[in-house]
Structures are given as C-alpha cells and as structure tokens.
C-alpha cells in the first residue's frame, strides 16, 4: 500500500465488521483503543457497532480507506452538555468529539493519521456547525498526540488521570 494514496473517509456499513474485529484483535491497535487483554469478536464489534450504523446511538462511525483497501477507524460525536460542563465549555459551543486509528500497524509513522485526522476535521468543521472538535488520547500515547499537534490540536487540561483534553477550534 502506498501511503500517498488518496484517502476516502466513508461511513461505516455491515459489511466492515470482520475487518473491525481483525484491527480490535490487533495488539497495536488495543494498546490504545481498547484492551490488549479483551481482543474483540466478531459479535461483540457487531454488538457494538451495529447500533452506531443504524443511527440508534449519537455516534457516527466510519471508515478510512487508502485506495481501495481499509485501513482504519473514524468516529464523531457531538459533546452532551454534561461533558461540554465538564470540559469546561458553553452549552451553547457546538462541541464535538472524534476518535480515530489506524488498524494496520505497518501504516504507522507514515503521515496517514495527520492526514486522516486533518481531513476528518475538515469535514466536521465544514458539515456539523461545530466551533470546536475534541479527542482524549492516553498522556502515553506519544505517536497520537504529536499527529494531533500536528493538525493543530492543543492539550487543554488532563482528564480522568491518564489523558489529555485537546482541542482544535
């Protein structure tokens, strides 16, 4: 795969549940989405994901394409004002959370993650009416957070011990 392929970022359907149960096996993509103890089956990614595609719960999910061949996960949501409080924003901003990464470890370290996450942003930015766009990576997480500065994101203040808040307005 050339890493100067174009990227798609397509909304997720029921036919991407193996390759997500593939990544979600993967010890590099769990040690930081997820569990590296608790690999996911298949019918756990259908459980999981399922009600996202069918719009049942307010997060979308998607995936990111490098030519034609899957290569990682998207997802967005919009901030409940519970978390807008919380993180210190005006229930009036339109706040929304991404969360991303690349299923295919010998893809890391090669700009994708800038370029998916800057595309993703785009997106939002010019779909949602969102005034600012949020992710929580793990403080240990150095690869995601320099991709993250990278694209402009700034850390706001720790959350829930073990993350950082970061923003992109």
């Not at 991407?16 to 990544?23: F, G, Q, S, T």
């Not at 103890?37 to 998607?62: G, M």
């Not at 779909?127 to 957070?145: F, K, M, W, Y």
């Amino acid at each position: 795969m050339n890493p100067n392929q174009d990227l798609l970022i397509r909304k997720m359907n029921d036919e991407d549940y193996e390759i997500m149960a593939k990544w979600l096996s993967t010890e590099e993509v769990l040690e930081f989405y997820g569990d590296v103890n608790s690999p996911f089956s298949l019918e756990q990614v259908k459980e999981k994901y399922e009600p996202r595609i069918a719009e049942e719960v307010p997060v979308t999910p998607y995936i990111v394409e490098l030519g034609d061949t899957p290569i990682g996960y998207m997802q967005k949501y919009s901030l409940s004002e519970e978390k807008k409080v919380e993180f210190g924003y005006s229930t009036h901003d339109q706040v929304y959370g991404i969360d991303q990464f690349i299923g295919v470890p010998s893809l890391f370290d090669k700009g994708i993650g800038t370029k998916m996450v800057r595309q993703f942003t785009d997106y939002i930015f010019d779909n949602t009416g969102a005034n600012v766009v949020v992710l929580d990576p793990e403080v240990t997480n150095v690869r995601a957070i320099k991709c993250y500065e990278k694209c402009g994101f700034s850390k706001v203040k720790l959350i829930e011990e073990n993350k950082w808040l970061m923003e992109y307005r």
